[in-house]
């Protein structure tokens, strides 16, 4: 395994990029926040150890349905070791196995194991004991994970989670709960094999813990995409970063929303953090750029004012136990004009990604359609999600489309839908609806 040089301090910037001007009386004002981390992570990264030490637990689903076929019981044993084998020198680390309990496979000491040489090797040894039989109770998988996590002091930690069926061992609440009490302790990315489980608690999990959600239909792929995962945590360089919103007096959020590389909508989740501040969780982060939609209502005002509509920025934690530190800035402005086209002038930014948010919503919409037997509303929404993804550019979403309705035209959002569509593409949609492509500047 590649040892990593010291570490240097990822830089944050943040860009605004917005239409600031107004009509008179004008009041709703959205910009979007592009967010970009250099100069740590994969760059630079954490060598593990000490106060910056990363730790991830890896979660595989050993319930019996994983034996049918028995090719994803082995797919997940050669995956959980491909990952393992991807872990960085120093990084803390553990195995458990899920059924309607979870159990510590590796180390199995009630703690994490250090990733060197000799500690991969007894990791992998320990997935031959790996069997399927019993059934599935994520929640108690997702709280073990978070002791164990929480036996190191840790900068980064992230769970990586599979699973084949769905969560039949727990009530819905119960997930939830384990959810709630997750939140904010650790990062977690879920990966569903097969086709036998549910799109939205596996996308819940994910959207809960800020982590990302796939499909691996073919259990054959799952180790080149848990590799690729542990790649990516592995990339992480600062942890519990928040985007700080201050607004001034009189002035109402909307929303604040993830519209790049996906769709997250954090409104509901933020934290207050003084007088007219509040903060909205984003996660982890390497070397890496996202962008956000933020918009606000400001009060009334007449030509010629302008005012400053928010102030965003980047807060991470302080190592030393302080205040949260400032990361980068950037301010979201209102003027107002009696200027008709700079007043009604749509950035092209916020245009791109209102679109997007859109697209995500209405492809959900048309599944659940379809679910249903509405054929004239599943048609109606997969069409204009036809329409919207030709129009962003958005080629990857329109093929998957394009496994579930016939395009006609793509321009208009003309479209019938198929006769027959496998369950895996109609997965993979849903999975994937909320995936963006990136506004061309």
Not at 210 to 219: H, K, M, S
Request: hydrophobic share 40%; aromatic share 4%.
């Amino acid at each position: 395994m590649a040892n990593f040089s010291k570490p240097t301090a990822p830089r944050f910037s943040v860009d605004v990029y917005q239409n600031e001007f107004l009509p008179e009386g004008g009041r709703d004002v959205s910009a979007i926040v592009t967010v970009t981390s250099t100069g740590g992570g994969t760059t630079g990264g954490f060598a593990g150890g000490g106060p910056a030490a990363a730790g991830v637990v890896l979660m595989v689903d050993c319930s019996g349905s994983m034996d049918y076929p028995a090719t994803k019981m082995r797919g997940a044993r050669e995956a959980t070791a491909a990952a393992v084998d991807t872990l960085r020198d120093g990084t803390r680390f553990a195995v458990v196995a899920g059924t309607h309990v979870a159990k510590e496979v590796y180390p199995g000491n009630g703690g994490l194991a250090v990733a060197d040489a000799r500690t991969r090797a007894e990791a992998k040894e320990s997935l031959r004991r790996l069997s399927a039989g019993g059934g599935t109770a994520i929640g108690t998988w997702l709280r073990l994970a978070d002791r164990l996590l929480s036996s190191a002091e840790l900068t980064i930690r992230h769970g990586i989670l599979l699973t084949d069926g769905r969560n039949e061992h727990e009530t819905p609440e119960e997930l939830r709960a384990a959810l709630d009490a997750c939140a904010g302790r650790f990062t977690c990315d879920a990966r569903g094999v097969g086709t036998d489980w549910e799109v939205k608690e596996v996308t819940g999990i994910a959207s809960a813990l800020l982590g990302t959600a796939d499909i691996v239909a073919d259990p054959a792929g799952l180790a080149a995409d848990f590799t690729a995962m542990m790649e990516h945590a592995m990339g992480k360089g600062v942890a519990d970063v928040a985007l700080r919103l201050w607004t001034p007096v009189g002035v109402e959020i909307m929303f604040v929303k993830q519209v790049a590389p996906a769709v997250e909508d954090l409104t509901g989740r933020r934290t207050e953090a003084g007088p007219r501040a509040g903060d909205y969780p984003t996660g982890s982060w390497g070397d890496e750029s996202r962008d956000y939609h933020v918009s606000v209502r400001v009060p009334q005002a007449a030509v010629g004012q302008e005012m400053l509509a928010a102030r965003v920025s980047l807060i991470a934690p302080d190592p030393a136990g302080g205040d949260p530190r400032p990361l980068s800035q950037g301010l979201v402005r209102a003027v107002w004009t009696d200027d008709l086209a700079m007043s009604t002038s749509i950035n092209p930014q916020v245009a791109h990604y209102t679109g997007q948010a859109e697209l995500a919503d209405v492809i959900q919409q048309g599944l659940d359609a379809r679910k249903s037997g509405d054929r004239d509303g599943a048609t109606a929404k997969l069409g204009r999600a036809v329409q919207l993804a030709a129009a962003s550019g958005n080629a990857d979403t329109a093929k998957l489309l394009s496994k579930v309705v016939d395009v006609v035209d793509a321009a208009t959002g003309t479209v019938r839908l198929k006769a027959k569509v496998a369950e895996a593409d109609e997965m993979t949609l849903e999975t994937r609806s909320t995936k963006t492509v990136r506004v061309k500047r």
